[in-house]
C-alpha cells in the first residue's frame, strides 16, 4: 500500500505540480488510501494543470487554452463571441443585462473558455416561461466557465428557465462561479451530459420567491437538479459529476443537488441555507458519495427518495441539523485523485473562496 500511494503522488505530481497550503490530503479512491502531504495540487487553466474531478476524465478539460482573447462587455459582443465557433478564450468584464427572451444560445462548439474579470456580472430580469434563463449550453464539449455571478429574477415556478443549463454536453469546468436567484434553478444538468465538474461554485437565493406560477409550487428555489425525469433512461451510465468546495448557501429551499441516474460526488462542500427543506437529493437510480461536507442548521441533509441506487456518506459534520444524515448502501468509487480537506477546515475555506471570487482567468490553488 505504501508503495502504491509513492507512485500515485509521483504520478501527481508531474499532472498537476504544487502549490503551497495547509490541511490538506490527497485521496486516492482507486486503493482507498490516503496520502498526507503539506503541499497543494494546483487546479489551473490554459498553459496550468488539469482540472480537478470528473472533468479530468474523458481526455480532460482544456476549454479554449491559451488562444486569444475576446473582450466583451456589452450582450451584443457577448452573444456574437459565444456564437463565433472561431473564438476560443471570452473575458467578460463589468454588468451586461441580458434583454427580455434574450437568453444565449451556446451551442454544438468544442474548446472554449468564458471567464469574468472581477465583478463581472450576468443579469437576466426576465420571469415569464419562454423569456426567461441567461444561458443554454447544448451539445457542446471542452468548456470552461470561471469567475462569473449569474443573476436571475428569482424563482417563479412557471416551468421557466434557469440561469444556466447543461444539455448534452461532455467535459465542462465551472469553476469560482456563483449562480443566484434563477428562475426555474440556479444550474441544471439534464440529457446525457458528462464529465462535469463544479468547484467552488456558490449557490443562493437573495430575492424571495414569487407565488402563484402555473407549476404550483410558491416556493421555487430549487438550486440545482441533475436529471430531468425518471423516465429519461437514455440518461443511464452519464451525469458523471462533480460538486467540489461548492457553497449552497442562504435562500436554497431544496436540489442540492437533485440527481437522476448520475454518479455525483460531492465532496469538501458547505451547506447552510436555513430555508432549506432537503438539501442532496438521491431520485432515481442515483448513485452519489457525500464526502467530508459540512452541513449547518439545514433540514434533511441527506434526502433518499424512492428509486435511489446507492448513498455513501463518509466524514461528514452535521451541526445543529434535522433529518436524515445517512447514506444507504454502497455509491460508486470515484476513478479520479483529488486533493482533499478535512471536514473541520471545509466552512473556512469554502466560505472564503467560493463564489467569483479571482480577479479573472487566472491560475487558483484547489
Not at 482540472?51 to 476549454?63: E, L
Not at 443573476?151 to 434557469?162: I, K, N, R, V
Not at 441533509?301 to 448502501?329: E, H, Q, W, Y
Request: with cysteine; net charge positive.
Amino acid at each position: 500500500m505504501k508503495m502504491k500511494s509513492t507512485l500515485s503522488m509521483f504520478l501527481l505530481t508531474l499532472m498537476f505540480g504544487f502549490a503551497s497550503c495547509n490541511n490538506e490530503e490527497i485521496t486516492d479512491q482507486n486503493d482507498q488510501s490516503t496520502v498526507s502531504t503539506s503541499q497543494n495540487l494546483t487546479a489551473k487553466v490554459g498553459n496550468c494543470a488539469q482540472v480537478p474531478g470528473w472533468a479530468s476524465q474523458n481526455g480532460g478539460t482544456t476549454g479554449g487554452g491559451t488562444a486569444t482573447e475576446k473582450a466583451v462587455n456589452t450582450y451584443a459582443l457577448l452573444k456574437a463571441a459565444i456564437e463565433n465557433t472561431s473564438v476560443k478564450v471570452i473575458k467578460v468584464s463589468g454588468t451586461i443585462t441580458i434583454p427580455a427572451g434574450g437568453r444565449i444560445s451556446f451551442q454544438d462548439q468544442t474548446g472554449k473558455t468564458i471567464y469574468g474579470t472581477s465583478g463581472a456580472k450576468l443579469v437576466s430580469n426576465d420571469q415569464t416561461k419562454a423569456g426567461s434563463g441567461i444561458i443554454y449550453i447544448k451539445r457542446c464539449k471542452n468548456i470552461i466557465i470561471r469567475n462569473l455571478i449569474f443573476e436571475g429574477p428569482g424563482a417563479y415556478d412557471t416551468d421557466g428557465w434557469d440561469n444556466a443549463t447543461l444539455d448534452d454536453s461532455q467535459n465542462v469546468w465551472i469553476d469560482h462561479c456563483e449562480s443566484r436567484d434563477g428562475v426555474d434553478g440556479n444550474f441544471d444538468v439534464k440529457n446525457k451530459s458528462d464529465y462535469i465538474t463544479f468547484s467552488y461554485t456558490k449557490f443562493n437565493y437573495l430575492k424571495a420567491p414569487r407565488a402563484g406560477g402555473s407549476g404550483g409550487s410558491d416556493d421555487h428555489r430549487f438550486s440545482n437538479l441533475i436529471g430531468s425525469g425518471d423516465d429519461a433512461t437514455a440518461d443511464r451510465g452519464k451525469f458523471r459529476i462533480t460538486f467540489a468546495r461548492c457553497w449552497w448557501a442562504s435562500g436554497c429551499k431544496a436540489r442540492m443537488p437533485r440527481v437522476r441516474f448520475g454518479q455525483v460526488h460531492i465532496i469538501n462542500s458547505y451547506f447552510n441555507s436555513t430555508a432549506s427543506a432537503q438539501c442532496v437529493m438521491a431520485g432515481k437510480e442515483a448513485s452519489i458519495r457525500v464526502e467530508k461536507n459540512v452541513f449547518e442548521n439545514v433540514k434533511t441533509p441527506i434526502d433518499l427518495m424512492t428509486g435511489f441506487t446507492a448513498v455513501t456518506a463518509v466524514g461528514n459534520i452535521f451541526t445543529n441539523t434535522s433529518g436524515n444524515t445517512a447514506g444507504k448502501n454502497t455509491a460508486f468509487t470515484p476513478p479520479y485523485s483529488i486533493v482533499t480537506l478535512e471536514a473541520s477546515a471545509v466552512k473556512a475555506d469554502v466560505s472564503a473562496g467560493a463564489g467569483a471570487t479571482f480577479a479573472g482567468n487566472t491560475c487558483g490553488s484547489f
